[in-house]
């Protein structure tokens, strides 16, 4: 089933980086929309080329520098299948800099291979997109990040805001946002999708990014990785529940990440500060996916409404993700916690520093102690704190007071996607 074509946030980033630098990779999961995106932007003077193809592979693998070398320019589809083909590009560009040359896409994070990370230096823009936002499928602005940091907190209008929670909210969360997924008529349809997404993605994409002695236990390293999505990484626990080392679980989640399917979430460690725990948070990108690794649906939920917290914060996670990723700031998503327990589920972070704190929380109502976090933050951060925001299940955007001059805020969820 195709699933109907929804313009996507980040092409004007694309379309700008092809305007002034040879070399441009999205990278970005399977199937999140990039070869639907890249095909825009493939014309006369740049060839689509998709290394899914087994007679383009073998030829790309049997000669790169003599593939390339016919192409004046091209759109590559998934590079990290032959990434020796990234080095027979850089020699051709080397010879002639024009900029958008190549516009590449890749479903894994070849860039943290290291000889291709150095020898494309300078010559490489790199844009990660991600499966479909909420403002996307909204058809709404998406500036969220921006509008926190400006200050201009968004208040959306009633109508659409008492639209979007309760049993909305949820099946958000359960849909996330990947295209084939969302054109499911029916959560099982939806679930056996993601199933099978799984499923292809460990036994074909796996084997082109890394050598795994023991494919078998990666099914069971991702559910058990879905278990923990929100928690601080704890690899002996991790490993000693599917009969892994600690060293071959967390080169086994490396791979995870480098397919875009979770990411370790950094502490924010201000200064140094000792009293900030290092270790970093587990999320999932899509809650979608993790709903389905973890067998999840809107009726259990029901029955166990304190599950929905941990569901909910990853896919304010991938929102923020894809937000950041067309922002007009570069933003950092980190996460705070301290060796006393105070901690913030997210604090983004421009490239001068600021940052604002984001609370989630899977409620309608609120209580003054949800704010302590952000306010142990605002201490520690100092001058270079400017918001604190609530996340919550409700309808309104509330001011709530101020901690060392800078203002607390309760936002209605939806405004990730309304606003």
Not at 206 to 226: G, M, N, Q, S, Y
Not at 269 to 296: A, M, T, W
Not at 360 to 367: E, I, L, P
């Amino acid at each position: 089933m195709d699933a109907p074509y929804i313009p996507r946030y980040l092409r004007p980033r694309i379309e700008e980086a092809l305007s002034d630098t040879p070399v441009v990779l999205v990278n970005g999961p399977r199937q999140a929309g990039k070869t639907t995106l890249v095909r825009q932007l493939a014309d006369a003077t740049r060839a689509y080329v998709t290394l899914d193809d087994a007679a383009t592979l073998a030829a790309v693998r049997h000669d790169p520098v003599g593939f390339v070398r016919e192409l004046d320019g091209a759109v590559i589809d998934e590079v990290q299948r032959a990434p020796e083909l990234l080095l027979a590009i850089k020699q051709a560009v080397d010879q002639d800099r024009r900029p958008g040359r190549f516009l590449l896409t890749g479903s894994a994070n070849v860039m943290t291979l290291p000889r291709v990370a150095d020898s494309l230096a300078g010559r490489i823009e790199t844009h990660t997109l991600l499966p479909l936002a909420g403002c996307e499928l909204a058809h709404q602005p998406g500036r969220w990040m921006d509008a926190v940091f400006s200050g201009d907190m968004p208040r959306p209008p009633p109508a659409q805001a008492a639209a979007e929670v309760g049993a909305a909210l949820v099946q958000r969360v359960l849909r996330g946002g990947y295209p084939q997924a969302l054109a499911r008529t029916t959560a099982r349809r939806r679930e056996a999708w993601l199933a099978q997404y799984v499923t292809t993605l460990i036994q074909r994409d796996v084997p082109d990014i890394a050598a795994v002695e023991k494919l078998d236990h990666l099914p069971r390293l991702l559910t058990a990785l879905a278990h923990m999505s929100g928690q601080l990484c704890n690899f002996a626990r991790l490993a000693g529940q599917i009969g892994l080392d600690n060293k071959t679980a967390e080169k086994y989640l490396g791979i995870f990440e480098q397919m875009f399917l979770l990411r370790r979430v950094l502490q924010w460690s201000g200064n140094g500060l000792s009293r900030i725990v290092k270790s970093p948070k587990l999320q999932f990108i899509d809650s979608g996916l993790l709903c389905g690794l973890l067998g999840v649906n809107a009726e259990l939920l029901v029955r166990q409404r304190p599950q929905l917290g941990a569901l909910l914060e990853s896919h304010v996670y991938g929102e923020l993700l894809k937000l950041a990723s067309w922002a007009d700031q570069e933003v950092q998503v980190l996460t705070f916690r301290t060796t006393a327990q105070a901690e913030v589920d997210f604090v983004l972070e421009n490239r001068r520093g600021d940052i604002v704190g984001v609370e989630v929380k899977a409620a309608a109502s609120f209580q003054a102690g949800d704010f302590a976090g952000l306010r142990k933050l605002a201490a520690l951060a100092g001058e270079r704190f400017s918001a604190g925001v609530l996340l919550y299940d409700g309808t309104q955007t509330l001011p709530m007071g101020e901690v060392s001059g800078r203002p607390l805020w309760a936002l209605p969820l939806c405004t990730l996607w309304l606003t």
